[in-house]
């Protein structure tokens, strides 16, 4: 590969394996047992999600984490492989490390998850690295990610990198708004889900404190925040058949117009495209490698 056709964005955060129990009848309560139509194994986690919208939409990309702990490392670098997303900055869990997964039950249209997280959110990110030569923008999976590891904004910053950053569902940091005014606002982009964005403005963080501001706010669309001025576009109508990874998947879209220097309203656009897609398919993003003509036209 050559330097201009490098990775243009690496995506850095907890990589999951999803164990996507189907068809289950009812939650499992205490003491006794359920059984499930079907499972199936997924790549997840917001950096991966985020990864592949990208690389659907034609941006070159790599992904920076820790691979589950085997044999769930296999599922992701498959996964990865099969969309082009380049996987070198990753590592494999250490020696004895719990496998980092996650149990998802789908239950009439909606799913319950319990997962494990095992470890460091991610390898130190080395911007030396030949696979950074060519990255312009870093995106972040979840606020914990950054939480762990600060420094990830002084090295793309040197680096000459835009930064964006998800919120990510974490019960611990969203009621500590105040304490993360200072990360959250060394990004160019912050995109929380509606819940998200209210928790960390009720516990101090301040909503005009990263100069874009994109909340995610499901069925209703997505609202930009920026220099005071709010702009809100519609959701695209779409049947629901599963909503994991919509918010990733929108990172992917709203972000790939931002990088593109598109107007606000286009970007959104592309955001709400891109999450209504995966929206109305099985198996998260993926569904988006069906590949929409108008996804790649539009940017
Ligand atoms: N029912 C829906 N119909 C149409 N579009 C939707 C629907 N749900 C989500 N979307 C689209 O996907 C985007 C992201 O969804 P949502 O607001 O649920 O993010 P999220 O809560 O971060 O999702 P996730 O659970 O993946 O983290 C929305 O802004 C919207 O564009
Ligand atoms: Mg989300």
Not at 26 to 46: C, I, K, Q, W, Y
Not at 67 to 82: G, H, M, S
Request: glycine share 12%.
């Amino acid at each position: 590969m050559s330097e201009t056709q490098g990775p243009k964005i690496v995506c850095i955060g907890r990589i999951y394996c999803d164990l996507v129990f189907a068809g289950v009848p009812r939650m499992p309560t205490l003491g006794s047992e359920v059984f499930a139509d079907n499972v199936s194994l997924h790549a997840g986690g917001g950096a991966f999600n985020s990864a592949v919208t990208f690389c659907a939409l034609g941006w070159n990309t790599a992904l920076s984490g820790t691979l589950p702990a085997t044999p769930f490392d296999t599922q992701i670098l498959t996964e990865a492989q099969a969309v082009g997303l380049d996987v070198s900055l990753c590592r494999q869990a250490p020696p004895g490390a719990s496998p980092q997964i996650t149990v998802a039950m789908a239950i009439q249209g909606d799913r319950s998850f319990l997962s494990n997280k095992s470890g460091k959110a991610a390898p130190s990110l080395d911007t030396t690295h030949p696979t950074c030569r060519t990255v312009r923008h870093m995106h972040i999976g979840e606020i914990r990610t950054l939480y762990e590891m600060p420094a990830l904004l002084k090295q793309a910053r040197t680096a000459g990198w835009t930064i964006s950053l998800d919120c990510g569902w974490d019960d611990e940091l969203m009621p500590q708004g105040a304490a993360l005014n200072k990360l959250v606002s060394q990004v160019d982009v912050f995109l929380p889900n509606e819940i998200e964005f209210e928790t960390l403005k009720a516990s101090g963080l301040k909503s005009d404190v990263a100069p874009l501001t994109v909340l995610k706010q499901g069925a209703k669309g997505a609202t930009a925040l920026s220099d005071g001025q709010r702009l809100q576009l519609p959701a695209t109508p779409v049947q629901v058949v599963d909503a994991t990874g919509a918010g990733d998947a929108f990172n992917g879209g709203f972000l790939a117009g931002w990088l593109t220097g598109e107007p606000l309203g286009t970007c959104l656009e592309n955001g709400n495209q891109c999450g209504a897609k995966t929206v109305g398919n099985i198996g998260g993003t993926l569904g988006l490698l069906a590949k929409e003509p108008m996804l790649k036209a539009s940017l």
